[in-house]
């Protein structure tokens, strides 16, 4: 009887002593869980910090795309009727040939800005809208347009394009100009006269004498090429030969440095025209010249002129 109160009390205690054992380590379990739940949490909040930097960066980037493309423009130089770019490209040196030049009437007016060429057939630049230009030269598919500094090619489409006559300017298209006759009708209705039962006498045109046509001058083109030196000369400028070392000059030649433009020269205004371009090349301070002829046509020397700053 002993042994079996022994027995049961022996069962009892090892019963207990594994329930004890169990809540620890259901303890135990609930601690692990809990820290891999806290573990888990920094993960998330990493990749919630890479998708924010992922998009704070992509503007960044446009930013400096734009930066970069801001700085690729043309730097360029004003003048009275056009901004010019600083360094003009000459191609492969190949110039317009002016042999073959056919002249066209003006004056214009350019409506619009329009794209300008060197000599080259390389890009220099463009006109502002609205400027005022005389006669033009066509040279096959280009226009040479002598603008108020220097001159440079238009293409012909272009210039076909913007470009309107200053007298076709100032008249309203569509519009009738009533006859004298008209003029006559409205009057006498407006004071109550009956047109059919009286009728007003034409006037009588009296003669007049017609003023003499004055005589025209044309000079020569060694003339004009005259004139215009003279007129660069008493104002201050000087050729190459005068400010440059014999020695630089041999090697370099006497248009180095200098830039160049077409200038015609009226054969029947030589004066007029030396002016003009005197006014130019003052403007932009320039006190060296070098002329090349280019020849005669259609009451115009071409000259080449080179000017640049001693």
């Known amino acids: 009887m002993r042994k079996k109160i022994l027995s049961v009390i022996l069962i009892i ?3 207990a002593s594994l329930v004890a054992c169990g809540s620890d380590g259901t303890g135990k379990k609930k601690g692990i ?25 992509e503007p960044a980037l446009a930013d400096n795309r734009g930066t970069e493309i ?38 214009f007016t350019l409506g619009e800005s329009v794209d300008i060429y060197s000599f ?3 890009y220099a630049g463009y006109t502002k809208p609205n400027i005022k230009i005389e006669d033009v030269w066509k040279v096959n598919e280009w226009i040479v347009v002598p603008f108020a500094e220097s001159s440079f090619l238009v ?17 309203n298209v569509g519009e009738e100009v009533p006859s004298e006759n008209e003029e006559v009708s409205e009057v006498a209705q407006s004071n109550g006269v009956d047109e059919s039962k009286e009728t007003t006498p034409a006037p009588t045109p ?45 090697e370099f030649g006497p248009t180095d440095g200098m830039g160049w433009g077409i200038e015609d020269i009226s054969m029947t205004d ?41």
């Open 155 to 171: 293409k012909e489409e272009d210039f076909d394009r913007v470009a309107v006559l200053k007298e076709k300017t100032n008249n």
């Open 70 to 107: 801001s700085n690729d423009t043309e730097d360029y130089e004003e003048q009275k009727d056009i901004f010019i770019v600083k360094h003009i490209d000459t191609g492969d040196g190949t110039e317009i040939d002016f042999t073959n030049q056919e002249i066209i009437n003006g004056p």
């Open 206 to 250: 009296t003669p007049q004498e017609e003023a003499p046509t004055p005589a025209v001058t044309t000079y020569t083109e060694a003339e004009v090429i005259s004139i215009v030196e003279s007129t660069l000369r008493n104002a201050g400028f000087r050729k190459p030969e005068e400010l440059v070392p014999a020695d630089i000059l041999a």
């Open 33 to 57: 869980s809990e820290t891999e739940t806290v573990s888990a949490e920094p993960v998330v909040n990493d990749v919630k910090k890479t998708e924010e930097t992922e998009e704070v960066s």
């Open 270 to 310: 030589p004066y007029g025209d030396a002016a003009g371009t005197l006014e130019g090349l003052q403007f932009i301070g320039h006190n060296v010249y070098y002329i090349e002829s280019q020849g005669s046509s259609n009451g115009y020397v071409h000259l080449k002129l080179y000017s640049g700053t001693n």
């Open 120 to 122: 080259y057939f390389t």
């Open 13 to 15: 205690g090892i019963m």
